[in-house]
């Protein structure tokens, strides 16, 4: 039985780990042909070998999503090594501990955020878009945050503005090149297990003051938002174009009473 992605070829930023890694095996799983891009090369490395070593065909690019050369060449890798690029995940980004309230966050932070979570996505889709084009379509998945439509329960405003840009330039996107075979989405997890978040975390007020938002009591895990960005990368998804795909346990739909319990 081909898999989900037979015959495609994807390349996954931010894929060395977290969302990323986990996206990058389960699309080789179902059949793509992955470029695994990130900064850390040994981890990118290793992926690789895992997917290789499963039966897949994959190859590292090392990038830096804040620069456009970059990503230039790990598309024309992409084209290069497999022929073709069918799928952009967008996913890269980062989340200092800096990051705090308007009046906190140092402006080399909010800077740097900026580049790599919002330049990258458009550095991403303006080298990817004329590849895609090439292959005469294909799906572009960027990854945004429940907290693009509302408010974080902590200060965090440089990532959450980012964010937001994130969503708004996706839906644009979206409706520039639908007629052209492209479709466009923004990927919208909620707070998701990862070693970054469980340092956020390890403060119990902190903890707390996050917990209560969550309906379903726990963090999202990776692999559960790589399914999501696996529909939104497959022809399963091909009249799902522009849409805020939010994958958040119910954040978004939960209402917080004063007390900070859910009210039921």
């Not at 898999?3 to 179902?30: D, H, N, P, Q, Y």
């Not at 075979?181 to 998701?192: D, F």
Request: charged share 20%; proline share 4%; with cysteine.
């Amino acid at each position: 039985m081909a898999g989900r992605l037979a015959g495609k070829v994807a390349l996954i930023t931010g894929a060395a780990s977290g969302i990323g890694r986990e996206s990058a095996l389960l699309f080789a799983a179902e059949g793509a042909k992955v470029v695994v891009a990130d900064l850390d090369a040994a981890a990118g490395a290793a992926v690789v070998a895992e997917l290789e070593k499963a039966g897949g065909e994959a190859c590292f690019a090392r990038c830096d999503v804040a620069r456009g050369d970059d990503l230039r060449a790990a598309v024309e890798l992409a084209e290069r090594r497999f022929g073709a690029l069918h799928v952009l995940f967008n996913n890269a980004g980062i989340f200092p501990a800096q990051d705090g309230s308007p009046v906190d966050t140092p402006e080399d932070v909010w800077d740097r955020v900026m580049l790599v979570n919002l330049k990258g996505v458009f550095l991403g889709c303006k080298h990817g878009i004329p590849a895609l084009l090439r292959a005469g379509g294909g799906s572009i998945v960027n990854t945004a945050s429940f907290v693009a439509v509302m408010g974080a329960a902590t200060s965090q405003i440089a990532y959450t503005a980012s964010k937001g840009g994130v969503l708004a330039m996706t839906r644009e996107i979206a409706v520039e090149y639908a007629r052209q075979g492209i479709r466009a989405n923004a990927l919208c997890p909620g707070p998701v297990n990862t070693p970054l978040l469980a340092e956020l975390l390890a403060k119990p007020e902190a903890r707390a003051r996050r917990f209560v938002h969550l309906p379903m009591g726990r963090l999202a895990e990776a692999p559960e938002i790589a399914r999501a960005a696996l529909f939104l990368a497959s022809d399963e998804s091909s009249y799902v174009n522009g849409a805020t795909f939010l994958v958040d346990g119910g954040i978004t739909g939960a209402y917080v009473t004063a007390e900070g319990e859910p009210a039921r």
